[in-house]
């Protein structure tokens, strides 16, 4: 990026402004790709500290407080120095942090193919039409269903992706229930998960084959490979 078309924050900033560009930043990490529709491709993670939501089978309370302060320009250095073409924004909640918007925006920028994984419980219209938006939906047994922000789903587009953890029947039930009652079918790509050491895999994929349910049956590759071991 030319300084010419660098962002104004960044153009000869004060001390100041440039820490209005900064974000609080967990760990940035190179692996593979565990879920949604990249899932497999070797991706640099940039994890944003803080989440407003504390939902009963998080596996990052880690990110919740932890983090050092970082400048957009050092950020897209460590990316870089992956060489990966995917890169996926998540959490915690990044969107918590407002100049998650710009992150996005210099990654799609500079060539990189974009996701954001987002608790759904934040306003997503501002997201960088490029970016892959990753929007979960908090179902009973998360402990935060009442968070989900409906209006998101007026937003949604067909890159879009909808991800359902599913922790028990009652859980599988009330997301089928979500999808009929907002029309979700045929708007975006839809995803079931089987929440990890709550729900036999099993179980949810012959629910789904039973009701012939149009969505996508997925499980988390990285904690297939890797169990619980934070940033892999």
């Not at 596996?59 to 932890?66: I, K, L, P, V, W």
């Not at 970082?70 to 073409?85: F, W």
């Not at 998650?100 to 060539?111: K, S």
């Not at 975006?188 to 009701?211: E, K, N, T, V, Y």
Request: some cysteine; overall charge negative.
């Amino acid at each position: 990026m030319t300084p010419s078309s660098a962002p104004a924050l960044e153009r000869g900033a004060s001390g100041a402004d440039r820490r209005l560009a900064r974000l609080r930043i967990n760990e940035i990490f190179h692996s593979l790709q565990g879920e949604a529709d990249a899932v497999g491709h070797r991706t640099v993670f940039v994890r944003l500290t803080g989440c407003p939501l504390r939902c009963r089978y998080c596996d990052t309370e880690y990110a919740f407080h932890a983090g050092e302060w970082l400048e957009l320009e050092a950020i897209l250095e460590r990316v870089g120095s992956y060489a990966a073409t995917h890169v996926c924004v998540t959490g915690g909640e990044p969107l918590a942090q407002p100049n998650c918007l710009g992150l996005l925006t210099r990654l799609c920028d500079a060539g990189y193919q974009v996701s954001l994984e987002t608790s759904g419980a934040l306003d997503v219209s501002a997201v960088d039409p490029r970016v892959d938006r990753v929007i979960d939906v908090k179902t009973p047994e998360s402990g935060e269903s009442e968070r989900n922000r409906l209006e998101n789903l007026a937003q949604l587009v067909g890159r879009d992706q909808l991800k359902f953890v599913i922790g028990s029947r009652a859980d599988y039930d009330w997301s089928v229930a979500f999808l009929t009652e907002h029309a979700l079918v045929g708007r975006c790509r839809i995803l079931f998960s089987p929440s990890h050491g709550r729900l036999d895999p099993a179980h949810l994929a012959q629910w789904i084959l039973d009701d012939r349910l149009p969505v996508r049956f997925q499980l988390q590759l990285h904690k297939i490979l890797w169990g619980d071991v934070p940033g892999r």
